[in-house]
């Protein structure tokens, strides 16, 4: 495992102007869902300009920095396909199933935070959360090699090495630091098709500070997957999962999302807490 630390600074070309697409194109109801597939031939990058009816949502949720998007969306339905980071099927429908369907989530992150986005693949939703929220720190933990790749080149063509830093490896071994480096935490830790809740709770809940929060978008499977695995968050340390709709009134569908707070410290971090008080105590006698 080897931790890629993007550059900050100015880095990256600037995105293009943003352009909207006449030809308004609907999808089905956005989920929780991988953006993965096989590679293909690139396809035209008109297929990433911003459907016309998704133009209002895409201004709200992204402002000034729409541009930002819109070259995100170029990036993903060319270089994305190419490289097999993104179905082919997958790039006319970028900006409803991808980036606003990830951008809405940034409702339930605070001001100014530090965000771990885990298993980002070809960068949803943690670069779609830093080109909406310059205000946050990202992070990007991703363990494939040939995705973490993609992730260095995206985030400095688009200009975000300043907010943006990508961890190659995996969600266990970035909260353990186990390769040497400090282990790894944040406020908010997201998570998009990567595992089922218990799954995720274990591997993401460790990454979160006390009462910082898993953010996973779920789609339509939460509530059964809150029922099957609430015993297990608990477990975990985590709280009572809480099931949220982001971009109400914006998008259609609104993102599900599933949010766990991680309200107390169990297994090893209990253990390393308690060790942490005696010294404490012991060096204050
Ligand atoms: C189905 S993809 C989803 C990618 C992206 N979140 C999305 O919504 O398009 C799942 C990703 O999780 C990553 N992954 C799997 N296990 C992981 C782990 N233990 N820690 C971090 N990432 C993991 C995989 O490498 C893969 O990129």
């Given at each position: 495992m080897t931790h890629d630390d993007v550059p900050t600074g100015p880095g990256g070309t600037s995105p293009g102007p943003s352009a909207v697409r006449p030809d308004a194109h609907s999808a089905g109801p956005a989920d929780s869902r991988s953006s993965d597939g096989g590679g293909a031939e690139a396809p035209?990058?008109?297929?990433a300009v911003l459907p016309v009816d998704l133009a209002g949502a895409a201004r709200t949720l992204f402002g000034d920095r729409l541009d930002i998007a819109a070259a995100y969306a170029e990036l993903l339905a060319t270089d994305g396909v190419v490289r097999g980071?993104?179905?082919?099927?997958e790039a006319p429908r970028i900006w409803d199933r991808h980036l606003l369907n990830c951008a809405a989530v940034a409702e339930r992150i605070p001001e100014g935070v530090e965000v771990l986005d885990v298993g980002s693949g070809a960068g949803l939703p943690g670069i779609v959360l830093a080109i909406a929220r310059p205000d946050l720190a990202v992070t990007l933990v991703e363990p494939l090699a040939r995705r973490t790749s993609f992730l260095i080149e995206a985030v400095e063509r688009l200009g975000l090495g300043g907010t943006v830093r990508v961890f190659r490896g995996r969600a266990e071994e970035a909260a353990t630091g186990s390769t040497g480096l400090a282990p790894l935490r944040a406020d908010v830790v997201t998570a998009r098709a990567v595992a089922p809740l218990d799954r995720l709770a274990a591997w993401c809940l460790p990454l979160a500070v006390p009462n910082g929060r898993l953010v996973a978008l779920k789609g339509a499977s939460a509530a059964e997957e809150i029922a099957e695995h609430a015993a297990a968050v608990a477990k975990l340390g985590g709280g009572e999962p809480a099931v949220h709709r982001c971009g109400v009134g914006v998008i259609d569908p609104p993102t599900t999302v599933v949010e766990v707070v991680r309200e107390r410290l169990v297994g090893r971090a209990r253990a390393a807490a308690g060790k942490r008080s005696q010294g404490g105590r012991s060096r204050r006698r």
């Open positions: 035209d990058p008109t297929v980071l993104i179905g082919p099927r």
